[in-house]
């Protein structure tokens, strides 16, 4: 199960990158300062059945919501 959501985590990190032009290794330092990567793992078996919009927009406001600007 651990491989299934650190796949998940993965492929959020590469679609934000995508999105925001960031770098892997930026959204990755992006994610861990704000606790994204815990989010993504702790809420794997409801997010990962959620759309690519879905669950941009769904970190987007998780960061925002702590602080962070998305752009």
């Known amino acids: 199960m651990e491989k299934k959501i650190n796949d998940f985590i993965v492929f959020c990190i590469e679609v934000f990158k995508e999105e925001t032009k960031l770098t892997g290794k930026e959204v990755y330092e992006l994610f861990e300062k704000y606790g994204v990567l ?10 990962h059945t959620q759309g690519d919009g879905w669950l941009m927009n769904d970190i987007k406001e998780f960061l925002k919501i702590r602080g962070y600007l998305v752009s």
């Open 38 to 47: 815990k989010y993504l793992h702790d809420g794997y078996d409801m997010l």
